[in-house]
Structure formats: C-alpha cells, structure tokens
C-alpha cells in the first residue's frame, strides 16, 4: 500500500550500497583488520551510503567508520591519536578528518572527549546512547509529576548530575572519565525531554 513512497524513502540504489559495502571489506581485508571491528565498520558504511550515496573517495570514508568504531567510549584509554590512525592506513589525516565529521554530522553521532582531549564517539543506536536517553527520560519524567503533586522540583543542574552519577556510577555504562562531557550532554537531553513532556501535559 504503501509503495509509492518507497522513492522517497530509498533515493539511493541498494547496488550502491552493495558496492560500497563490499569495497569497504576489500579495503579492512587490505589492511588487516579485526573481523569484529570489521563488522561494526561496514555496518557503519551502509548506514551512510544509504544516506548519502557514493562518496566522492572511498579510501577515506572507509577509514573513517573504522576510526570511530574502534573509538566507543569503551575502548578508553586508547591513546591512537588521529594522525597515528590515518598513517596506519596511509591515509590523508584530513580525509579521515572529513569524513569523520560527516559521518558523525549526518549519522548523529555524539562525541566526547577524556582528559587528554582525545575524541571517542557515541552511536545514536548504541547500547549508551539508549540507555543514556532511557535513563533522562525517566528522571525527568518522575520530576515533573513531583513539581506537580509537591511543587518541589530538583534543578536541572542537579538532576543533570544525579543522572550522571547513575550512569557512571551504579549502572557503569561509560568510564567516569566522560563525566564533566557526560553532564553538558546529559543536560541538553534533559532540556529537551523537560520541554517535551510539559508541551504534552500543556495540551492537556
């Protein structure tokens, strides 16, 4: 029934993206590298050629999806820095750097820094992106109904570090070295969860 929409829901070719798909696995194949992060890689491949269709340069766009793979917040402390990155697979730094950010841009990627500055990358479809969302939407949604039966309403700032600390803490999702990043993302969620839920009970 819903056929004629499925042009605008799939501009690109599905043979693009096999293509793509498979030169990516020529190129982890070239170079070597861990089937596991190999996997996560392509998948990572698909999902921004299915958006964006063939990329001006491969090379560059495959090695990017590996580098931000192999930088989840789990991985801490990974110490390769980017140029270290793109020398291994004899990469231009700032292809790798383009297409890094494009990814992260168009794909919705978070990402946050330890204290040394180097960057590790948060998937809007990984397992802390999910519970991270999860966790914001119940503390905020268990705020709001306390203001509106006690009048008494934790501060943003402080609901922003309780979440933090659950989250670092007691459910140990992300190394408490991403807390002071943690918290500026956590706060961001929370204002955005906060006006969703009072836009719904407003319309009420």
């Excluded at 696995?25 to 861990?34: G, P, Q, V, W």
């Excluded at 392509?42 to 001006?56: A, E, F, K, N, W």
Aim: with cysteine; charged share 25%; aromatic share 8%.
């Amino acid at each position: 029934m819903e056929s004629h929409h499925d042009s605008e829901e799939f501009p690109i070719s599905p043979q693009i993206i096999v293509e793509a798909v498979l030169h990516a696995h020529e190129f982890f194949k070239e170079n070597r590298i861990d089937a596991r992060y190999e996997k996560m890689a392509l998948d990572l491949v698909r999902r921004y050629v299915s958006q964006q269709g063939r990329p001006r340069e491969e090379d560059p766009l495959f090695a990017a999806a590996l580098y931000i793979v192999t930088r989840h917040p789990w991985s801490h402390p990974n110490p390769l820095t980017k140029t270290e990155f793109a020398n291994k697979l004899n990469m231009k730094e700032s292809s790798l750097e383009w297409y890094t950010e494009s990814i992260c841009d168009k794909l919705g990627f978070s990402t946050i820094h330890d204290s040394t500055q180097l960057p590790f990358f948060m998937d809007p479809q990984g397992t802390i992106s999910s519970v991270v969302d999860s966790v914001v939407r119940a503390n905020v949604g268990e705020e709001l109904v306390i203001g509106i039966v006690s009048r008494n309403v934790l501060s943003p700032e402080s609901l922003a570090e309780k979440i933090v600390d659950q989250l670092c803490s007691v459910v140990k999702i992300i190394p408490g070295i991403f807390e002071p990043e943690l918290y500026a993302l956590v706060r961001k969620k929370i204002e955005i969860e906060s006006k969703r839920v009072s836009d719904q009970i407003q319309r009420r």
